[in-house]
């Protein structure tokens, strides 16, 4: 009697696809195989095995099994296959995404053997003195390591967190347990595990695209054989096997890296709740300003919340003030009063920080003449000025041109600079105070991890210091004798059209601010706005964040907004603008006749916010539902007629449930 194999294959479509196993094979779920598929011979990972196929045609053997046992665990294999259906992603891109480059490949996994073990290392004695929130934060996770809780620590800036973290990591070692720990950025790597190494002296690896693939395969191989007693890794290390997991913790919870915006759209944030959840271990979301998503979760008692409201040590919370902006353009970026307070913090042999979240020189050069503007040819987008190359650059397609000094449309040599970018805030920063070391930290100047850790090296070598950056220097990092930060260009994300530009805006001002006044020294935050009165930041500057979120989910819930409701949104991309529009009506169509009780919302197509960009027009096309079920069951029914279509009507189209970008 033959025996068949339901195999997953990397490929556009969404089905899984039967091999008959030879004689003398056996395979279990989890373990890859060598196929024939079409006329290629490629890597596929075995789903199940049965003893029957609905097939009537002819039906391929398998050429080889790759793995003696399985790579992927079984709890591992579900979550995958649950990504996949929720996610609307192919199945074998899931599976096969999740491995090493090496393994996708068809290699064999050979590492050897570590000489240190978690069963072996005992966690360190030494601990930090607890304040009493930190020790109910802290005596509440403990009593819940032996099943599924989610626990939202929601800690102001300096509060502690970590320390928390850290002593509950000690805890779950002692049960010779694995640990993840999620950051939302490769920039935060080097200084967490740093940490790390010097708060345990256990086998910690890390996981994130900037390892070589080498090292990339060897935390993955130890984290599965349980060698590797901590894995701190970006959002792709939720698919990382483990031997014995006993503790997920999320730092940053509320970062919107977690979520994939390319390819497989998933939230490693909302997989790593569904993996605890299978695990029945707990899950730690950590953060100063969390989502809004987790907040709500943990208002409605679905999240333990564990609240940290004071600074550790004899750290104070900084102080707020909105300096109000004149309508007409600033000189050199700042008002008098910022200059003011810069020269009065540098003066005490203290640090500075402005954030300004724009690298480059200047957004935009003009012809005072004509007005003329550099504009991409190829986006619907201004040239950024980068002075010091003497170039325009797009950061949005990667385009560059020479950096012309006369008007290309009049001729005139009147040419302006408009705006300000991290440069020419630290150019001027350099006239105004030429004594003051001036370090910047943006994607331009620091391109690795190893300059950005010489550069905060540097930084801690110094007193009396300017900090200017972009959110490079906005996450996670701690600057002890940093007094002072001002807060430079966000009246953007206070009118934009975008749900999400709200939340995203005060968390980043408050994750700004909470660089200031980490150590003994008193902190202060100036934030520099044209909009000094509005309501929003009022209420985030001079209240708890906590009712900054509630006061958002009373307009999310009047407006019918995530997260009281569940979106979905297809983009199509096209060298002409109706080559994409057509292939969203087409969608739309389908959608709709789905659609028969018509309990999703469809709207029109209607261009995305930047209508043409890097040579291609783009559209997208939004549906919305009332509960996540009504959302997934027309998906699940439209999709399947469309598999394998990457392209429709000469345009490429993409869906990603709970987009967090959709303006």
Partial sequence: MKNYAEIAIPCPLRNTFDYTIPENMTLQPGMRVKVSFGRRTVTGMVISTKTDTLLTCDIKSILERLD?????????????????????????????????????????????????????IAPPVQQLHLHQEQQIALDTIVQHLDAFTPFLLHGVTGSGKTEVYFQVIDQVILKQKQ????????????????????????PIYAMHSGLTDKERLTAWAYAQTGEAAIIIGTRSSIFTPFKN?????????????????????????????????????????????????????????????????????????????????????????????TVHTIRQHLSKQEQVLIFINRRGYAPAWFCQSCQW????????????????????????????????????????????????????????????????????????????KGQLEEQLDNIH???????????????????????????????????????NALERTAQLIL????????????GKVLLQTLQPEHPQLQT???????????????????????????????????????????????????????????????????????????????????????NRQQLQKLLSKTLPSLAGNKTLQGARWTVDVDPIDLF
Avoid at 383 to 390: G, N, Q
Avoid at 422 to 439: G, K, M, N, W
Avoid at 579 to 603: F, G, H, N
């Fill in 373 to 448: 503007q550099a504009d991409c040819t190829r986006c619907d987008s201004h040239m950024v000025l980068h002075k010091t190359l003497r170039r325009l650059m797009c950061h949005h397609c990667g385009h560059q041109t020479p950096m012309p000094t006369t008007c290309p449309k009049c001729q005139s040599s009147s040419l302006l600079a408009l705006g300000e970018g991290t440069q020419r805030i630290a150019e001027t920063l350099t006239v105004l105070f030429p004594e003051t070391p001036i370090f910047r930290i943006d994607r331009d100047n620091v391109k690795n």
């Fill in 245 to 337: 997991l006993g503790l997920i913790v999320i730092d940053e919870e509320h970062d919107p890296s977690f979520k994939q915006h390319e390819g497989f759209r998933y939230s490693a944030r909302n997989l790593a709740i569904k993996r605890a959840h299978a695990l029945n271990i707990p899950i730690i979301l950590g953060s100063a300003t969390p989502s809004i998503e987790s907040y709500k979760n943990a208002l409605a008692k679905k999240y333990y919340l564990l609240e940290l409201t004071q600074r550790a040590g004899n750290a104070i919370i900084p102080d707020f003030k909105l300096i109000a902006m004149p309508l007409k353009t600033l000189e050199n970026g700042f008002v008098p009063e």
């Fill in 68 to 120: 003696n046992s399985p790579l992927l665990s079984p709890d591992l294999m579900q979550l995958c296959i649950w990504a996949s259906q929720y996610y609307q992603h192919p199945i074998g891109d899931v599976l096969l995404g999740t491995l090493p480059a090496r393994l996708r490949q068809g290699k064999t996994l050979n590492i050897s053997t570590s000489k240190q073990s978690i069963t072996n």
């Fill in 461 to 499: 070598l110094h007193t009396s210091a300017i900090l200017v950056g972009t959110q490079m220097l906005a996450k996670g990092h701690h600057f002890p004798n940093v007094t002072l930060v001002v807060i430079l260009g966000i009246d953007n994300g206070l009118m934009s059209n975008d749900f």
């Fill in 511 to 522: 994750q700004v601010a909470g660089r200031a006044g980490r150590a003994d020294k008193a």
């Fill in 179 to 202: 640990v993840l720990f999620l950051i939302p950025e490769i920039s935060l790597s080097p200084q967490t595990i740093q940490r790390f190494h010097k708060r345990f002296s256990l």
């Fill in 540 to 626: 985030l500057t001079q209240q708890p964040y906590g009712i900054f979120l509630q006061n958002l989910l009373k307009e999310r819930q009047q407006f019918h907004l995530p997260p009281f409701a569940f979106m979905a949104l297809f983009r199509a991309e096209a060298k002409q603008m109706e080559k994409a529009s057509e292939a969203l009506c087409m969608i739309q169509a389908l959608l709709k006749k789905s659609d028969s009780e018509k309990k999703v919302t469809t709207y029109d197509p209607i261009p995305a916010p930047m209508q043409r960009k890097a040579g291609f027009y783009h559209m997208q096309l939004l549906i919305q539902a009332s």
